[in-house]
Antibody
Framework: QITLKESAPSLVKPTQTLTLTCTFS??????????VGWFRQPPGKALEWLAL???????RYTPSLEKRLTVAKGTSKNQVVLSVTHMDPMDTATYYC????????????WGQGTMVAVSS | SSELTQSLSVSVAPGQTASITCGRDNIESKNVHWYQQKPGQAPVLVIYRDNKRPSGIPERFSGSNSGNTATLTISRAQDGDEADYYC?????????FGGGTKLTVL
């Protein structure tokens, strides 16, 4: 059974760096084709894809935020970390991670999400 | 255009069929995926690669993709189908989402 769970501080101040952790089970990020994606959703707004890390450590980012994002495998084999620099109140959102089992495929299973507010 | 166009809202009577569309030039050249998101919950994949259903998704959910429009069809709509629905494609390793369609069952 595949599960994913996001963790992050619930509140960060403007200009700070947000670090999100996705802890997963039931699959290996070393398996060929597997990817873990990150997404966010501001209150009342649409889903937005942020980043993807592949089994081979290749990475992709949404162009509009690429300069502020860094995705990496965690120190534990079952974790992926996303950093977002220069946080702004506009970055207030629920952040999700999700499992993509095959290159070019959909995100089949999602974490429950974690809400992050940006305020001084 | 790289954007995916979805109607803001669709309404359907219980027991009837709802069609939610996702538009883009030549979208038929892409695999389209559909996600359901109920209020306060994480997205759930309901259709992948145009017309495939993940295990556990009712047969009432189906998908098609032709020309410039991909369609998610929900037959025999139920109250529990009320949700936001998002389409998604890949553009050279960049995930693109539509703006979402709110389905109301009334």
């Amino acid at each position: 059974q595949i599960t994913l769970k996001e963790s992050a501080p619930s509140l960060v101040k403007p200009t700070q760096t947000l670090t999100l952790t996705c802890t997963f089970s039931g699959f290996s990020l070393s398996t060929s084709g597997v990817g873990v994606g990150w997404f966010r959703q501001p209150p009342g707004k649409a889903l937005e894809w942020l980043a993807l890390i592949y089994w081979n450590d290749d990475k992709r980012y949404t162009p509009s935020l690429e300069k502020r994002l860094t995705v990496a495998k965690g120190t534990s084999k079952n974790q992926v970390v996303l950093s977002v620099t220069h946080m702004d109140p506009m970055d207030t959102a629920t952040y999700y991670c999700a499992h993509r089992p095959v290159v070019g495929d959909a995100f089949h299973l999602w974490g429950q999400g974690t809400m992050v507010a940006v305020s001084s | 255009s790289s954007e995916l166009t979805q109607s803001l809202s669709v309404s359907v009577a219980p027991g009837q069929t709802a069609s939610i569309t996702c538009g883009r030039d030549n979208i038929e050249s892409k695999n389209v995926h559909w996600y359901q998101q109920k209020p306060g919950q994480a997205p759930v994949l309901v259709i992948y690669r145009d017309n495939k259903r993940p295990s556990g998704i009712p047969e009432r959910f189906s998908g098609s993709n032709s020309g410039n429009t991909a369609t998610l069809t929900i037959s025999r709509a139920q109250d529990g189908d009320e949700a936001d629905y998002y389409c998604q494609v890949w553009d050279t390793n960049i995930a693109v989402f539509g703006g979402g369609t709110k389905l109301t069952v009334l």
